[in-house]
């Protein structure tokens, strides 16, 4: 397969912040933050495949600020690593004051993808290249994060034996 630069895959998507999607404490659910991340991750990583994909994993989500009613929020997403089948996706969200144009990055984020057949069964995936400096820092740790999420998964999968039956 050929290899695609990491820009292929980019995706984003700005989206207006209404009361309905807010907290008793006026500022955007988490739940509805990861939503809008994991759609756009997805669509980065199907871009890139150019298969249907389902998600492997999301790595930590930190809240760094929080998104208020009248506020944007713009996620870009772009695969930064593959495997044989699966491919990381890096996700950074920005809140923007659409009054006084002030933005903040609210929340980074990585997700796992893996491309599947009609079947459901995993497909391989095109390699990824870097072309900027960032992109190459995030390409030369994919390996590393790679890692802490097959570690993460067995320790998960080790908690689901445990207290999974009573």
Same mark, same amino acid.
């Given at each position: 397969?050929?290899?695609k630069a990491c820009s292929e895959s980019k995706a984003v998507k700005t989206t &207006? #912040?209404?009361p309905p999607d807010t907290n008793n404490h006026g500022t955007l659910f988490g739940g509805k933050l990861l939503a809008h991340i994991d759609d756009v991750a997805s669509i980065a990583a199907i871009k890139h495949a150019r298969q249907p994909v389902v998600t492997a994993s999301t790595d930590s989500v930190d809240f760094l600020s929080? /998104?208020? /009613?009248?506020q944007t929020i @713009? #996620?870009?997403a772009f695969v930064t690593w593959t495997h044989r089948t699966s491919m990381e996706v890096f996700v950074r969200v920005v809140t923007e @004051? &659409? +009054?006084t144009g002030e933005e903040k990055v609210c929340n980074t984020a990585f997700l796992t993808f893996v491309s599947i057949d009609e079947s459901g069964r995993p497909v391989p995936v095109p390699p990824v290249y870097p072309?900027? %400096? $960032? %992109?190459?820092? +995030? $390409?030369?740790s994919g390996p590393k994060r790679a890692q802490q999420r097959k570690e993460r998964r067995q320790r998960s999968k080790e908690f689901a034996e445990e207290f999974g039956m009573e």
């Open positions: 397969m050929k290899a &207006l #912040i209404f929080p /998104v208020t /009613v009248g @713009n #996620i870009e @004051n &659409l +009054l072309e900027t %400096e $960032h %992109e190459k820092r +995030l $390409h030369e």
